[in-house]
């Protein structure tokens, strides 16, 4: 191994030091994982070809990852940034190109190279890895990876990486940004008596020795957040879904003592595949197939792979997040995690700011499966219930550019923003089309806020973007004072944004649009006013 020259790391000043944004302190070391800098902007990933072998007495893991990449502009002798988040390390670093030198720092590995990329050339960077990775305190939420055993004490492993990033274990460009286009090859490797599940479909299964090898492919895009082994006693039962585009094959992979629960459970997943095509359009990876993974963690949205640990009962572990009883009616992470099929997986922030484009929508997602479940009153009581739990701490957005997430509200808040929209165009057909657009547009895309806000604007023919500056970006909540003196109805709104154009219908079916100054408008009746509480707005009678 070469020496790793450290001159354009220098040149570049993101290396050391730190800087301050907004109270918050973020190291140049975030930004080398949270942005597109110079060791990134030169290269297009198209296909991750990985192994992994875990360990589970060592709660370690092995492998070796390729990636393929395309070279999107001219550079001269550029450095290459590969993430691999200590403890794990790097045994070995190959190119389909010379290699001048490479040295792992911190959580990233640098080559260096002394040779003219020209753009529309096509490389390939192989990995060869080992380690102890970093072990999920609380998995999903602290991520890591997951070494317990099952109730009848098997090995069961799986790894849990959204916020921390999949370079906790696996050589990655880990940035959202950055999918690869062309899938992905995944081969887990796993004691005979296991079970190895990955994204996608199984393609291969190969037993040497006392090893197997279940080698899965992805066709489509996928997050690196999304690429996950799972290993444990798993059995394998199918079915088949009749959808938009035409027959969806459905994969269910869960623990060998708990088929017949889950073949009951799992009923759920049809009429929750319907629900979403009917509101956001086909689901987006037939070619890859859906899937249920039953995990040792609450679940997660894993592509294809989507882990389900709700221990086979309705609600979220049993309760109802909207203390409304509603919830309790169907398995939130059937409905959940499956919902960010379309809203993470196929549509996916280009930044980890911009999370809300994954949570707000699936949160309200919940709510549309409701509405088509059940009925719209149910889905309006569910929705205006998991208002208690949002906390308007800190806004929605996080920083841009540092892996930095915003409020958790962009669960709960952000989905009652999107019902306060749907109050204001006031047409449940033209929203549906939006929502199914933006599936539809931004297939298989990464996208940043600026897009979806200007597609929900364009698309409804109103302007939203105060709305979306009070919402995702200040914590405050409109309040509507007001004070009624028989048929006169005199308003105003307080705790806004400047100019918020938030119109809101009253008494059913007349339309008032407050600002800051003081209005009046005649009612048609002298009876209290009715006002309407699917929009997420305070009201105060100052009478």
């Not at 690196?224 to 444990?232: K, L, N, R, V």
Request: aromatic share 14%.
């Amino acid at each position: 191994m070469k020496k790793l020259s450290y001159t354009l790391l220098f040149a570049s000043g993101l290396v050391f030091g730190q800087f301050f944004e907004k109270g918050k302190v973020f190291t140049k070391q975030d930004t080398l994982k949270g942005s597109n800098t110079e060791f990134r902007n030169f290269w297009d990933v198209k296909k991750y070809d990985l192994s992994v072998e875990p360990d589970f007495e060592q709660k370690s893991i092995k492998g070796n990852n390729t990636i393929s990449f395309e070279i999107i502009k001219d550079v001269t002798n550029p450095v290459f940034q590969i993430d691999l988040q200590q403890p794990m390390k790097a045994d070995k670093v190959e190119g389909s190109f010379p290699i001048a030198g490479y040295k792992q720092d911190g959580d990233f590995i640098f080559i260096t190279t002394n040779k003219k990329f020209k753009k529309g050339e096509k490389y390939t960077i192989n990995v060869i890895y080992s380690g102890n990775p970093t072990i999920a305190k609380k998995a999903p939420w602290d991520g890591g990876w997951v070494f317990t055993k099952d109730e009848k004490g098997n090995p069961w492993m799986t790894a849990a990486d959204e916020g921390i990033g999949a370079s906790i274990w696996l050589p990655t460009k880990d940035i959202w940004s950055d999918e690869p286009d062309n899938g992905i090859i995944m081969k887990i490797i796993t004691p005979n008596d296991l079970v190895g599940v990955g994204n996608g479909r199984l393609i291969n299964k190969k037993t040497t020795g006392s090893k197997t090898t279940y080698t899965w492919e992805v066709k489509n895009p996928i997050n690196a957040y999304s690429i996950i082994p799972s290993i444990g006693k798993y059995v394998n039962f199918k079915d088949v879904f009749e959808g938009e585009k035409g027959k969806l094959d459905l994969d269910y992979w869960v623990l060998d003592y708990n088929l017949d629960k889950a073949k009951k459970q799992f009923q759920q997943v049809k009429p929750m595949l319907s629900a979403f095509e009917y509101w956001f359009g086909p689901y987006p990876f037939y070619e890859d197939s859906y899937k249920l993974v039953e995990s040792p963690h609450l679940g997660m949205e894993h592509q294809s792979n989507v882990a389900y640990g709700n221990k086979y009962q309705n609600g979220y572990l049993g309760r109802d997040l909207s203390g409304t009883g509603v919830g309790l009616n169907w398995d939130f992470i059937i409905i959940h995690e499956s919902g960010h099929e379309w809203f993470a997986n196929n549509i996916t922030a280009k930044d980890q700011a911009d999370m809300w484009i994954h949570e707000s929508f699936t949160n309200y997602s919940e709510t549309l499966f409701t509405e088509k479940y059940m009925d719209k009153k149910s889905a309006e009581i569910y929705v205006q219930g998991i208002r208690k739990l949002i906390d308007n701490d800190i806004p929605i957005i996080g920083q841009y550019g540092v892996r930095n997430e915003g409020s958790g509200d962009m669960y709960p808040k952000g989905a009652n923003m999107l019902h306060t929209i749907r109050q204001v165009i006031n047409n449940d057909e033209k929203f549906r089309q939006i929502l199914r657009g933006l599936n539809k547009d931004f297939y298989h895309q990464t996208v940043t806020t600026q897009q979806v806000e200007n597609y929900i604007i364009s698309k409804s023919g109103i302007d939203f973007s105060t709305v979306f500056n009070q919402y995702l970006r200040t914590t405050k909540i409109p309040t509507l004072e007001y004070s009624q003196n028989g048929e006169t109805l005199k308003f105003r709104y307080t705790d806004v944004v400047k100019n918020l154009k938030l119109p809101i219908r009253i008494n059913g079916d007349q339309t008032i649009t407050p600002t800051e100054n003081w209005q009046t408008v005649k009612l048609k009746k002298h009876s209290p006013v009715e006002l309407n509480n699917n929009y997420y707005i305070n009201y105060k009678n100052v009478q």
